[in-house]
């Protein structure tokens, strides 16, 4: 699954992922330039979906701040 919630206003394709910057909730920066933040609430299955998009896809590479 390529899409995760961030937010209930936010739908995200992972694939898109340029950064994640890491804090209570944290914000992901899209390769487009989009900085969208992240609710606390769906930090976590964010982060699950990103590891096993990077994992899966290794000519990806994320930067995590």
């Given at each position: 699954e390529i899409f995760c919630r961030i937010h209930r206003s936010n739908l995200?394709?992972?694939l898109e992922?340029?950064?994640f910057q890491r804090g209570r909730?944290?914000?992901v920066w899209l390769n487009?330039?989009?900085e969208l933040k992240i609710a606390?609430?769906?930090k976590t299955e964010?982060?699950?979906k990103l590891f096993l998009i990077?994992?899966?896809h290794?000519?990806?590479v994320y930067e995590v701040k």
């Open positions: 995200i394709n992972l992922v340029k950064e909730g944290g914000a487009d330039g989009t606390y609430r769906y964010f982060v699950e990077a994992t899966s290794s000519k990806r």
